[in-house]
């Protein structure tokens, strides 16, 4: 459980990218890593998530291997 509350606290002042053309697994990521980052961003293929790291720059990128575009 410290670990947990470690992340959190490391992780508060932080944004995450999370790129996956699954939204049930989308919808999942998003709703625990809005409880550890400040600011959770949402991409459905690679092109959209490009465009979402040059205009917000988040500090993690989580992504599916294998998805469109």
Known sequence: MSDL???KESAKN??????EDSLTIQ???KIFLE???E???VS???ME???I???FQPHIILTDIQMPR
């Open 5 to 7: 509350l470690e992340l």
């Open 53 to 55: 790291y040059k205009q």
């Open 27 to 29: 919808k999942q990521m």
């Open 39 to 41: 600011k959770v961003y």
């Open 49 to 51: 998530a490009l465009e």
């Open 14 to 19: 932080l944004s995450a990218l999370i790129v």
């Open 44 to 46: 459905n293929d690679g």
């Open 35 to 37: 409880k550890l980052f």
